[in-house]
């Protein structure tokens, strides 16, 4: 039988990896963005993998154990096949193990009392030592009688395998591997399968102390990057396309050996010009530049969304309506992370902001989602760009320990551009400790200023 009672500090000590006594102990991270920062010290290959393998072998101790016991669950068997890993899998394996080899089978099982869950992989390859081999192909031919077999000599209450219709994240049991595992199992086991959705979602979703150690370095290196692309050194006025600056970005992430894990974006607003300009539009003094950019780093995802303005021969400052605009965005930001509470909703979320900011006489559109192993998170989303009601991606509650994409913008008439409606989007990573949301490594606050040159 799982032993379901575990007291909150020691959860969440075991989440964190730190002692209880100390568990509450802040993560010191910058509130103020740095300008112009330096590019921190990169790790070398070997230097990664160590760091990979480290923070890994931390998770699989502190976070499995928490959370199935959180939602009552005694085994979770997770499947992929090579090349075709499920994206929990995919986060498990470790480092010089880059893909699932053949059909890599892990199951999870906590023997309750206390005892430590054990981690088996059911396949002809270990996984690192951080899951022990549970198959002898020389003695069980048939892989999943083996499993057939580890399974009916536990006895599980529960065993839980990844389906789901809503979440990406969850629904990595195909349909062939299924009817394999199934016609395996006796008639009783087979009536012991449940759905291991949240047991998915929890531990993609929890960031661990280690982890929070190390993303405002990955936090800084993207905004240096950015840093570097919104400055004199990329772009010259009257010559330089937003497209270059795309690419740009490619470029110097190939010479620093980061990978991104979307193509950047840039895109121009302009006194007088209708919503973006992208592609070959060359950027102008007295434009408005909007950029885009997330890295992977020590598996660890970033998403920014900046802002910059090209100077005007004899301008020392952008326009006071631009610099209000993105004031605003601070703003709605401020009132969205203020609604963040462990258990609710990322739709109640979404409505509390909303409202507060419209109250407030603000002009919002709020698409904010979790970020961590993947860029766009597991997790509950709050709001879409496209949807700024409740939908169902939005349902789930919201957990301690969480990391976040703070992503919105907030619309404004401009004064020096006519009273022209301008977009003036932001997204900065945070982290929610359960109390409240730091910034991981600072917001924009001000405009980036690119000299005219002129």
Known sequence: ????????????????????????????????????????????????????????????????????????????????????????????LDAENMHARRRTILIFYDPGDGKPVERLTVSRYGLGGLFAPAWDPSKQ????????????????????????????????????????????????????IVNGETLAIRWLETRTHAEMELYPAIVRTAHAIIGEAFSRAVITPGVTTAEQVQWWYRDRLLQLGLDPWFHPSVAIQRHGAKGMLEGAEVIQPGDLLWTDFGITYLRLNTDTQHLAYVLKPGESNAPAGLRQGLANSNHVQDILTRHFVVGRSGNEVLALARAEALAAGLDPSIYTHPIGLHGHGAGPSIGFWDNQNADPRGGGRINANTAWSIELTSYAAVPEWGGQRVDFRTEENAFFDGKGIRYIDGRQTELTLIPSGQ
């Open 1 to 92: 039988m799982v032993k379901l009672i575990v007291s909150g500090a020691v959860l969440l000590a075991a989440i964190m990896g730190v002692d209880a006594t100390v568990a509450s102990a802040p993560i010191t991270m910058s509130e103020t963005e740095a300008e112009a920062p330096a590019l921190p010290r990169l790790l070398n290959a070997r230097e990664r993998a160590a760091t990979e393998n480290r923070i890994l072998a931390a998770r699989l101790d502190a976070i499995i154990p928490s959370i199935m016991r959180e939602q009552g669950i005694d085994m979770w068997l997770l499947v992929a096949r090579e090349y075709f890993e499920e994206p929990v899998v995919a986060s498990m």
């Open 141 to 192: 031919p048939d892989q999943w009688q083996s499993v057939a077999e580890i399974i009916a000599t536990r006895d599980p209450a529960k065993i839980a395998v990844n389906t789901s219709d809503l979440y990406q994240f969850a629904d990595g049991m195909t349909l062939s591997q299924y009817e394999k595992f199934f016609a395996a199992l006796s008639s009783p086991l087979r009536q012991r």
